[in-house]
T-cell receptor, first 119, second 109 residues
Framework: GAGVSQSPRYKVAKRGQDVALRCDPISGHVSLFWYQQALGQGPEFLTYFQNEAQLDKSGLPSDRFFAERPEGSVSTLKIQRTQKEDSAVYLC?????????????????FGQGTRLTVV | KNEVEQSPQNLTAQEGEFITINCSYSVGISALHWLQQHPGGGIVSLFMLSSGKKKHGRLIATINIQEKHSSLHITASHPRDSAVYICAVTGGATNKLIFGTGTLLAVQP
């Protein structure tokens, strides 16, 4: 597709349920980021992939959060045993990636996000 | 203290007014981004800049690397400009975005 696609757009989960959020980045984009945006707050970094390699997962809030990108394109963010504090919009962004000092390749393209509500 | 600070947090303007949103950062960066987010909508990249000034339509973004400060200007503001404007910086090995808390702009007709 022409842009970054995320699914589902909305997800309601019961506390304790596992959820999986999908991100289809722009074709050919090397870098893929997941961000979490709580209501009224700015997005917070969760994790970063360069192709299939997860190079940074320092933002994942707990070991209940797991992300993968096995073939270097589609990525899935999985949250196990959801808690109410997991309620947020989960944003995926992709970029061409960067090569040396070529800063233009860091421009990020965002999906519409998945709004997760844990009840 | 946040690594990226924006001001003001909220801004109400009358249609036609000139608007300025400010961003200061405290970390080394490779680029600074201005992003727009409409309620319930995704995030759209407006500008990415590492020096000087960029202009796109009624939007102008400037950055002063020495002072670690950037401004986003909107000329002849219009109600459709109402949105959250977010300043973010990239740097480090992964070029992840570090976001400011955003400025909620409401332009009244």
């Amino acid at each position: 597709g022409a842009g970054v696609s995320q699914s589902p757009r909305y997800k309601v989960a019961k506390r304790g349920q596992d959820v999986a959020l999908r991100c289809d980045p722009i074709s050919g984009h090397v870098s893929l980021f997941w961000y979490q945006q709580a209501l009224g707050q700015g997005p917070e970094f969760l994790t970063y992939f360069q192709n299939e390699a997860q190079l940074d997962k320092s933002g994942l809030p707990s070991d209940r959060f797991f992300a993968e990108r096995p073939e270097g394109s589609v990525s899935t963010l999985k949250i196990q045993r959801t808690q109410k504090e997991d309620s947020a919009v989960y944003l995926c962004a992709s970029s061409l990636g960067f090569w040396g000092q070529d800063q233009m390749n860091t421009e990020a393209f965002f999906g519409q996000g998945t709004r997760l509500t844990v009840v | 203290k946040n690594e990226v600070e924006q001001s003001p947090q909220n801004l109400t303007a009358q249609e036609g007014e000139f608007i300025t949103i400010n961003c200061s950062y405290s970390v080394g960066i490779s680029a600074l981004h201005w992003l727009q987010q409409h309620p319930g909508g995704g995030i759209v990249s407006l500008f990415m800049l590492s020096s000087g000034k960029k202009k796109h339509g009624r939007l102008i973004a400037t950055i002063n690397i020495q002072e670690k400060h950037s401004s986003l200007h909107i000329t002849a503001s219009h109600p459709r400009d109402s949105a959250v404007y977010i300043c973010a910086v990239t740097g480090g090995a992964t070029n992840k975005l570090i976001f400011g808390t955003g400025t909620l702009l409401a332009v009244q007709p």
